[in-house]
């Protein structure tokens, strides 16, 4: 019962810190019933929200992207990339587990990006310490490295959950 809770208690701090999906497990940072495949789907319908709402625009800024209905995508939320235009590696900042997962209560995270020619859609991916323990609520920034196909160039960089442009510093 004890490591249950503990378990519930950390699905409810990346639940809350998150901002994405409500149902959340103790050993995966996927959703019950979701994968990897489907995050990148939902990925793809968020570039593809995008490039319409570039398409919209008339290739001018600034472009407005209608979110999805309330059932987001699971994972974790990017608040903010850095990048170079002439590069394709890029790193992204969330809120995150204090440590690593070879800690008590900590995670290790890794990226990957689905793309398109306007957009850059990175999703996150929680790999969580295997214990049954209680964990604090509290998130800690963290930050996950990536490469991506193409050089970033001109292409916003969406998060996940909601396909929404996050702030990109040049740097790195």
Not at 73 to 100: C, D, H, K, Q, Y
Not at 120 to 142: F, K
Not at 145 to 162: I, S
């Amino acid at each position: 019962m004890l490591a249950r809770r503990g378990r519930m208690l950390w699905a409810v701090a990346v639940v809350l810190l998150a901002g994405c999906s409500p149902e959340v497990s103790g050993n995966s940072a996927l959703a019950k019933g979701e994968s990897l495949g489907e995050m990148r789907q939902q990925a793809g319908e968020a570039l593809a929200r995008y490039d319409q709402a570039v398409v919209d625009a008339g290739g001018s800024a600034p472009v407005t992207v209608t979110p999805p209905a309330w059932n987001s995508p699971p994972g974790l939320s990017i608040e903010s990339a850095t990048g170079t235009a002439v590069s394709t590696r890029l790193s992204v900042t969330f809120t995150g587990a204090r440590g690593p997962a070879t800690e008590s209560c900590g995670a290790d995270y890794y990226a990957e990006a689905v793309e398109s020619a306007n957009a850059v859609v990175v999703i996150v991916i929680a790999q969580p310490h295997g214990g049954d323990e209680t964990c604090a609520l509290a998130g800690y920034v963290r930050t996950a490295t990536l490469n991506l196909a193409q050089p970033l160039g001109r292409r916003a960089v969406l998060e996940a959950c909601q396909g929404q442009p996050v702030p990109v510093t040049a740097g790195g």
